[in-house]
């Protein structure tokens, strides 16, 4: 859909933000609004905490709107704090967190609530400048305003309020403000929902990735084999001629279930790479990015040294989550939170990589996890881990079929990746033109409201 152009345009005043219409008016935000900010009571008095009043942080600006925090302070929280009661159809701004090296969260809350230090709450004066207006504005132009906004320098921590303060806006008048809100909040919504039904299209996918490995590691291939109680509650039953057996059993002679460098020391160019619970996040090892110890920490940790072809699995955090060692990091060591698993010539590290990652041996994980913070496992409970032992050449089969119908449903959900990504962009795109002047939408909400000709049968 293609969208005109206003007749006439003015300089902004702004390099980053270019030519407007040339009826808009700018205005300084100072000028126009009233700022908030928030504090947290003390964690050390239960009587502040668990009351009626939403205490909103960063954790809670997962969406355009807040209804609702997670946390939820009492009258005397409040008052003993820096923060204060904030009126619903606020704009909700994160000006500090971890997140601001991304995005700026911006909201618009839609009931009373209170804020914590990382929050900022920005009061605008209606008749000059709708919420939903501002809103949009930050929406369409976040990269640019995070720029703008914060401290010059490498990564972005904060948002400084003198330079937020001091921001331009080029405003329309109030009904081109209400229309350009509305024709985003209709082209919005469609686009939200295509977004859905492909967020919607991963999760069925990643469903039967995950039904599909569970059934082929517990069950076999083949639906007409005589079945046996494993004596193992969290698989139960499981083909007649599969063996149940321990992780420990089936390692290569010689090498033990292990985790590796307690004190890996500081980061030594040209050093040995270890693999930290952190480098698995994926489906693979990555290629790069690995922090290196010196040869001589390593050598004092050679029962950790992994070939290709191992197994890493994380006994912490991801607890019994495998990745397969690739060649380019053979010969190189792990951390404490993560452990090597060396397949015996009767098992395959690819049929095992299956086995771990599937639901019945997943749950079991997160059933013996244990820790308040993060999870672990223990290493005697890794190695006496109870696994399925099929015929050598069944694991073949079984490990071949999952490589081939996995990278199918893997491409599918790529590409269904790649999909919202062009739309995210499309509708951040649309906000951006749509809150700058770069298009005329006045005349869509019109003929969009309009009501049609009756015609008489």
Same mark, same amino acid.
């Not at 517990?218 to 046996?228: A, D, I």
């Not at 193992?232 to 985790?259: C, F, K, M, N």
């Given at each position: 859909?293609?969208?005109?152009r206003?007749e006439?345009?003015?300089? #902004?005043? #702004?390099?980053?933000?270019g030519?407007?219409p040339?009826?808009?008016? #700018? ?5 126009i609004a009233?700022?908030?900010g928030?504090?947290t009571p003390s ?9 009626d009043i939403p ?8 969406g355009?709107?807040v209804?609702q925090?997670e946390e939820?302070?009492t ?11 904030v009126?619903s159809g606020t704009?909700l701004l994160?000006?500090?967190?971890g997140?601001l090296?991304h995005t700026i969260?911006v909201a618009i809350n ?7 230090q990382?929050?900022k ?8 400048c ?5 809103q949009r ?5 976040n990269d640019?305003?995070l720029l703008e906004? #914060?401290?010059?320098?490498a990564?972005v921590?904060?948002i400084?309020h003198?330079y937020?303060?001091a921001?331009s806006i ?5 009904p ?14 469609k686009?939200?929902?295509l ?10 996918? $990643?469903e039967k ?5 569970? $059934?082929a ?6 639906s ?5 109680s494993?004596?193992v509650?969290w698989l139960?039953e499981?083909p007649?001629?599969?063996?149940v057996? !321990?992780l420990?059993?089936?390692?290569r002679?010689g ?5 590796g ?5 500081p980061d030594?160019?040209g ?9 698995m996040?994926?489906? $693979?090892?990555?290629s790069?990015?690995?922090?290196r ?8 940790y050679?029962r950790?040294?992994v070939?290709?072809?191992d197994?890493?699995i994380a006994?912490r955090?991801t607890?019994g989550?495998?990745?397969i060692?690739p ?6 060591n792990?951390?404490q ?5 060396s397949?015996?010539p009767?098992?395959?590290?690819e049929?095992?990589?299956y086995?771990?990652?599937s639901?019945?041996a997943m749950?079991?994980f ?5 820790g ?5 496992i223990t290493?005697?409970?890794l190695r006496?881990f ?6 050598l050449?069944? !694991?073949r089969?079984?490990?071949d079929?999952l490589n081939?119908?996995?990278a199918?449903?893997d491409?599918l959900i790529s590409?269904?990746?790649r999909a ?5 962009e ?13 298009i005329d939408v006045r005349?869509f909400?019109k ?7 009756v015609?008489a049968?």
């Amino acid at each position: 859909m293609s969208f005109p152009r206003y007749e006439s345009y003015r300089h #902004s005043g #702004s390099d980053w933000l270019g030519d407007v219409p040339a009826h808009w008016r #700018s205005r300084r935000l100072k000028q126009i609004a009233t700022f908030t900010g928030g504090g947290t009571p003390s964690r050390e008095n239960l009587a502040f905490w668990n009351g009626d009043i939403p205490w909103v942080s960063p954790k809670d600006m997962k969406g355009e709107e807040v209804l609702q925090s997670e946390e939820c302070i009492t009258v005397s929280g409040l008052q003993s704090s820096a923060t204060e009661i904030v009126p619903s159809g606020t704009v909700l701004l994160v000006v500090r967190s971890g997140i601001l090296k991304h995005t700026i969260p911006v909201a618009i809350n839609r009931v009373p609530v209170a804020l914590n230090q990382d929050m900022k709450a920005i009061r605008l004066s209606e008749e000059v400048c709708l919420s939903s207006f501002f809103q949009r504005w930050v929406q369409g132009l976040n990269d640019s305003l995070l720029l703008e906004w #914060s401290k010059q320098g490498a990564t972005v921590d904060s948002i400084e309020h003198a330079y937020l303060a001091a921001t331009s806006i080029p405003l329309p008048p109030l009904p081109e403000q209400e229309a350009i809100c509305d024709f985003l909040d209709h082209e919005t919504d469609k686009i939200d929902a295509l977004i859905e039904g492909q967020s919607r299209l991963i999760e069925l996918l $990643q469903e039967k990735r995950q039904a599909l490995i569970s $059934q082929a590691v517990t069950k076999g291939l083949n639906s007409n084999v005589r079945m046996k109680s494993s004596g193992v509650d969290w698989l139960g039953e499981v083909p007649e001629h599969w063996e149940v057996t !321990q992780l420990r059993r089936v390692a290569r002679e010689g090498t033990s279930i292990t985790y590796g460098i307690v004190q890996a020391g500081p980061d030594i160019e040209g050093g040995i790479p270890y693999i930290r619970a952190s480098d698995m996040a994926g489906d $693979q090892l990555p290629s790069d990015g690995y922090l290196r110890t010196s040869p001589e920490i390593d050598a004092a940790y050679a029962r950790s040294k992994v070939s290709a072809g191992d197994l890493v699995i994380a006994i912490r955090a991801t607890i019994g989550k495998p990745l397969i060692i690739p060649s380019f990091l053979d010969g190189a060591n792990l951390t404490q939170g993560t452990a090597k698993f060396s397949p015996g010539p009767s098992v395959l590290a690819e049929f095992f990589f299956y086995f771990l990652r599937s639901s019945p041996a997943m749950g079991q994980f997160e059933r013996l996890g244990k820790g308040a913070t993060f999870k672990e496992i223990t290493l005697e409970m890794l190695r006496k881990f109870q696994v399925l032992r099929p015929p050598l050449d069944e !694991q073949r089969q079984i490990a071949d079929l999952l490589n081939s119908k996995t990278a199918q449903l893997d491409r599918l959900i790529s590409e269904a990746e790649r999909a919202i990504a062009l739309l995210q962009e499309r509708r951040v795109g649309l906000i951006s033109a749509a809150v700058t002047g770069k298009i005329d939408v006045r005349g869509f909400v019109k003929a969009a409201t309009a009501v049609p000709d009756v015609v008489a049968a």
